[in-house]
């Protein structure tokens, strides 16, 4: 039989996915098909100078280690705000506006950073490493943290971006199994489908930096001197012309990494993701022994394996399951299956206080319902070098009007295969619309298409045009930016209810922190040893 030509291919898959998206429209109501979003911003505080926060997190906020709102990332001036899973896009942006409301009235001479990408670094041991007290877990924390520092360099660690966790209802997983495999395992299906949206989502992945990357351009402080193939777009920035999201390119944590510890995770099905997981924070990599583990009495790491923990795998998405207690992630994927997806590679939107708007919020839901009805293949080894090129070409040159991306060993113009994904997404919309014409998520798409034909629409476009016609240069931008987001947030009337609950956070989050502390027993050789022999 002769090969499927793959232009045909192509269009026997987006065939698919329309009969199933059919079925499923059929066989259940229209409101199933929404699901729950939550949020992580991370953002970073600075001084009045621009430079990035040397202070402690502040009191008022709580203790980072158990506030579940506010809470730290890498670094103590890394401000990481979770919001909790809501059924529309526009409550949790009130939640997430509401928490920077409460911490700016805890700042007192700082603002919150606007652009994912840092500025005015004055060197790697500049970077407060975050502290999360003298607990157990809060020392295992930060001494994660401090392994990632010598892996990889506390600079790349300071890069900040949006997370957006994604799930389908019960009832919506009640009506696909029994249209795709009524005598499948309720969990088993689910997991399945979740894997196939997580394979999907990198496949189609290039397309949110493209769309959504805000970080053409960095300080040169960032680079710390080191030769780059960056150019100069004034005297003290560096850029690609045509690049979109450099925080998910070469120079970004992303790739840096994977290259560097020679691990992928296999994303066939989960127990296949799982072992390949828990393969590399078991085995010891000889890059890592060299830097030590327990020197002069401290720990610079928790350990010398090529993951120290499952969170050290950077990939642009990932599945996961809420996590009960000191529990690991893969222990808790293996318990209780999939409960949601993380999609890791939106930056921070600088023309948005929140760094993300509701459009596209609304464009990602759609995004993720057809990346799960889509059929999902494993992916090879070949496909995994397209994914891996595509991601990069996107991020450095996804505006260059002859940047040709891979699908199945063709060629083919971002905006061409762009085009398609927006046409598939067409009927999804609808669907998610309520069956209206020219809805919400309707009008989502109908922006984002104008960007996918039009690349000056881009955020990472229209950053360059703001600074080239401002005569300003990366720091300008971003520090006019971020004065005029803190204006937006405090000009806006608190919410009482939601202060209060913030504040109650806060005590509860101190209360409990110091209730760990007093019932550890073990001494912290012990309970990492015991962390790791667990599950």
């Not at 070098?385 to 040159?397: G, Q, S």
Request: neutral net charge; charged residues 25%.
């Amino acid at each position: 039989m002769a090969a499927v030509p793959p232009i045909i291919k192509a269009a026997l898959l987006y065939s698919l996915f329309e009969q199933r998206l059919r079925r499923i429209q059929n066989a259940a109501e229209a409101g199933v098909f929404r699901g729950l979003i939550g949020l992580e911003k991370e953002g970073l505080r600075v001084s009045r100078e621009g430079v990035i926060s040397r202070q402690d997190h502040p009191r008022s906020l709580g203790a980072p280690l158990t506030n579940a709102f506010i809470t730290t990332d890498y670094s103590e001036a890394l401000l990481e705000f979770v919001t909790p899973a809501f059924g529309e896009i526009e409550a949790a942006l009130a939640f997430l506006c509401d928490a920077h409301r409460f911490v700016y009235g805890a700042l007192e001479e700082e603002i919150l950073w606007s652009a994912s990408m840092p500025c005015v670094l004055e060197g790697e041991r500049s970077i407060r490493i975050a502290r999360y007290g003298d607990s157990n877990p809060g020392r295992m924390k930060t001494v994660y943290r401090r392994g990632l520092g010598h892996r990889y360099g506390r600079v790349m660690q300071v890069i900040a971006g949006v997370h957006f966790n994604y799930s389908f209802s019960d009832a919506f997983w009640d009506a696909y199994r029994r249209i795709e495999d009524p005598r499948a395992e309720p969990r088993a299906f689910s997991d399945r489908a979740y894997m196939a949206l997580v394979r999907n989502l990198q496949r189609y992945g290039w397309l949110i930096p493209y769309l959504f990357g805000a970080s053409p351009a960095v300080c040169k402080s960032f680079v710390g001197g080191r030769p780059t193939s960056l150019e100069p777009f004034d005297r003290g920035t560096l850029y690609e012309p045509y690049a979109t999201s450099l925080r998910m390119g070469d120079i970004g944590y992303t790739n840096r990494k994977e290259k560097g510890v020679g691990i992928r995770a296999c994303y066939d099905d989960l127990p296949a993701y799982l072992h390949s997981l828990r393969a590399a924070i078991e085995t010891p990599c000889p890059q890592w022994q060299r830097l030590g583990v327990k020197v002069d009495g401290r720990y610079e790491q928790l350990n010398a394996n090529i993951l120290q923990i499952e969170n050290e795998y950077y990939s642009t998405v990932r599945p996961k399951q809420i996590l009960q207690g000191l529990e690991k992630p893969t222990t808790a994927l293996h318990k209780r299956g999939i409960r949601y997806v993380e999609l890791r590679s939106l930056d921070l939107n600088s023309y948005q206080p929140l760094g993300i708007s509701a459009e596209q919020g609304r464009f990602i839901e759609a995004f993720m319902l057809f990346c799960l009805l889509q059929d999902s293949p494993p992916i090879s080894d070949l496909e995994r070098e397209e994914i891996d090129r595509n991601l990069t070409d996107a991020a450095h040159r996804g505006r260059d009007p002859r940047l040709l991306l891979k699908r199945q060993g063709r060629s083919l113009g971002l905006r061409e295969w762009g085009g398609e994904i927006c046409d598939a997404l067409a009927p999804v919309c609808r669907l998610l619309d309520g069956g209206a014409e020219d809805g919400p998520y309707a009008g989502a798409l109908r922006q984002q298409r104008g960007a996918v034909e039009d690349p000056d629409l881009t955020p990472s476009a229209r950053m360059l045009a703001t600074m080239a016609d401002n005569q300003e240069g990366f720091f300008q931008f971003a520090w006019r930016m971020s004065h005029k987001h803190k204006t937006y947030f405090d000009n806006l009337p608190p919410d009482p209810e939601r202060s209060r609950l913030f504040e109650q956070e806060a005590q509860r989050s101190v209360a409990e922190l110091a209730a760990i502390a007093a019932r550890e027993e073990s001494p912290f050789d012990q309970f990492l040893a015991d962390y790791f022999a667990a599950g």
